[in-house]
């Protein structure tokens, strides 16, 4: 009897001291889990710091869906066509983004209506003072993105090695029907009819060379005008007496077609390239800033198009010499991403 008693005071103990031990251990990992808090207040506030990095990384990366609508100047095409194609492969892969090259005034058209309208308009001018008052009379807040630089570019047959080089007058006067013969310009060259091109009225390109190059003067009866830059390219390549203008872009792509003119601004000839295209060089009489106008009421609701819109401003000068443009200033481009950004 008293070893029994003996055997349960003993497994009593065993029990109490099992139970003490524990509680004790359980004191000092709460006391160790409590310090480790009071002395990592900075590892906390890390932790919360790196969630809000990542979730603004998930901001940035997040995956988008819908469509992207684009259209207006043929000039600007081969560059906004790349970059979509680049987006839409490497950086939103569910979002369509669609581009059309109905021409700057044709794309304007599309671009300021009342609902509906193109999210971008591609244009080779500036917007005119009448589609400013039409955007605001519309409500529709219209954003101006410098995208590249072109030279507008004089290009002859290949076989023409009479007239590589003119200076702005003679080109002027040739548009004008001032000459008619090529020997009018110079008496060796052949007495042979000058047939003049150009891109039709809905294109930027020909309202830069009306109303920059031609001071608003009527062009000759004559020319040839054409809606498509690919018409252009084979009348030209395919007429010995041709002369037409056209962006930068369209002769590069072509240089087994057509020659480039070179043009004396007084300084000697200076043919149009990557090097020479510039607003202060020596090309600049005839380079000009190309655009993509945004419609921001669409941006500030599709975030797709705000999203592209921002991917253009930070890629657009990766890609611009391949397509047959001249790079902006980073500076111009970074200060019209932040005011992009600004709209998020």
């Known amino acids: 009897m008293?070893?029994?008693?003996?055997?349960?005071?003993?497994?009593?103990?065993?029990?109490?001291?099992?139970?003490f031990l524990a509680a004790c251990g359980s004191d000092d990992n709460?006391?160790?889990?409590?310090?480790?808090?009071?002395?990592?207040?900075?590892?906390?506030?890390?932790?919360?710091?790196?969630?809000?990095?990542?979730?603004?990384?998930?901001?940035?990366?997040?995956?988008?869906?819908?469509?992207?609508?684009?259209?207006g100047s043929g000039t600007v095409f081969p560059l906004m066509s790349r970059l979509a194609e680049e987006y839409m492969l490497n950086e939103q892969q569910q979002v369509s983004v669609e581009v059309a090259r109905a021409g700057t005034?044709?794309?304007?058209?599309?671009?300021?209506?009342?609902?509906?309208?193109?999210?971008?308009?591609?244009?080779?001018?500036?917007?005119?003072?009448?589609?400013?008052?039409?955007a605001d009379e519309l409500g529709i807040e219209v954003k101006e993105l410098k995208v590249a630089l072109d030279g507008l570019t004089f290009v002859i047959h290949p076989e023409n090695d009479w007239a590589t080089e003119l200076t702005?007058?003679?080109?002027?006067?040739?548009?004008l029907g001032e000459y008619n013969n090529w020997s009018d310009i110079n008496s060796d060259w052949p007495s042979e009819t000058i047939n003049t091109y150009g891109p039709n009225e809905n294109h930027g390109t020909y309202e830069f060379f009306y109303e920059n190059i031609l001071d608003k003067q009527d062009l000759r009866d004559d020319v040839n005008l054409q809606q498509e830059y690919s018409t252009l390219v084979t009348l030209i390549s395919e007429d010995e007496n041709s002369i037409g203008f056209f962006g930068f872009g369209y002769y590069v792509n072509n240089q087994d077609k057509l020659t480039a003119v070179n043009v004396d601004f007084g300084e000697g000839p200076v043919e149009p390239s990557l090097d020479t295209i510039a607003e202060d060089g020596p090309y600049a009489d005839f380079t000009r800033p190309v655009f993509t106008y945004l419609n921001v009421n669409n941006a500030k609701e599709k975030p797709q198009v705000l999203d592209y819109a921002i991917y253009v401003m930070k890629t657009a000068n990766d890609f611009v010499a391949e397509t047959g443009f001249a790079p902006i200033p980073e500076e111009e481009a970074q200060a019209l991403i932040d005011e992009l950004e600004a709209l998020r």
């Open 105 to 134: 005034s044709a794309g304007f058209q599309k671009f300021l209506v009342e609902s509906g309208g193109t999210d971008f308009n591609d244009a080779s001018r500036h917007i005119k003072d009448e589609e400013q008052e039409l």
């Open 168 to 175: 702005p007058e003679q080109l002027v006067d040739i548009f």
């Open 2 to 19: 008293e070893k029994k008693i003996s055997r349960i005071f003993i497994a009593a103990l065993a029990t109490f001291l099992l139970v």
């Open 30 to 71: 709460e006391e160790e889990s409590t310090g480790s808090d009071s002395n990592n207040d900075n590892g906390a506030e890390q932790e919360t710091d790196d969630s809000g990095s990542e979730e603004e990384e998930s901001n940035d990366s997040e995956e988008l869906s819908g469509s992207v609508e684009i259209d």
